[in-house]
């Protein structure tokens, strides 16, 4: 078996990563969507909203955890834009995190609908719909309250995933207090439960293009047809457009407001001087 196991190495890093980001997308809708189905299934009699919320963070987290020591557990293309727009990530990686991203939702959709074939034909009587009571598309993406207008919307999407990015960039700074690496996945969680508690019912908190587009495009091929691109008055961008806004607003205002006043470390602070023939000041090395 380690003989055979050698030969599907794949030495690749690009194409190592990207298989991590799908791994770890669909470890994340895997639970997530899986929660949704058995509570709408059930008619909430095998949990509620909160478990819906658990099984997002716990998905997220397990999901960081399968890939965190190979791609950096982006999980989310508003994440790997913003990460590319700090200089922290290739820009020419983008495009291949985003697609394996979307592909690991869109598998991991397929296998809840695959879980949960009998419970959603008994649930809806066999007619696979977006809107209405037996609704069940909105176990995979996203949908608007009828309440909530696409401005709304936006705004929603806009602040949720700004509130995301703020929470993950604190979590991953070094400079504002180090963490055991071992809990860092676990508070990314802890952060995406808090979202859902606070900021999930006007719009479901997709805060993830990956994660609404992938279950969308998966119901629009498995049988739930065009409806899902036009329910909520065609609300289908919302979820991708502006958690990308939402994660570059995010980002912006923690660099402006904690990152970019951190003092340097001493081999920062040379680099700076250096040419001047000035003694630098800043954290020296221990």
Known sequence: MEKLLRKCQIRNQLVRECMAECLGVYILILFGCGSVAQVTTSQEKNGHYLSINLGFALGVTF???ASRGVSGAHLNPAVTLSLCVLGRHPWIKLPFYV????VGA???AATVAL???????AFTGGELTATGPTATAGIFS???ADY????GGIVDQVIGTAALLLCVLALGDQKNGSLPDGLQPVLVGAAVLVLGISMGSNCGYALNPARDF??????YIAGWGVDVFRAGGGWWWVPIVAPCIGALLGTLIYQLMVEVHHP???QEAKKEVELEGVEPEGEKPT
Do not use: E, H, K
């Open 63 to 65: 999901g960081i955890f």
């Open 99 to 102: 697609f394996f991203q979307v």
């Open 106 to 108: 869109f598998l991991a």
């Open 115 to 121: 879980q949960y074939y009998d419970a959603i034909q």
């Open 142 to 144: 996203t949908y608007p």
């Open 148 to 151: 909530l207008s696409l401005w």
């Open 214 to 219: 992938g279950p969308r495009l998966f119901t």
């Open 264 to 266: 340097p470390t001493f």
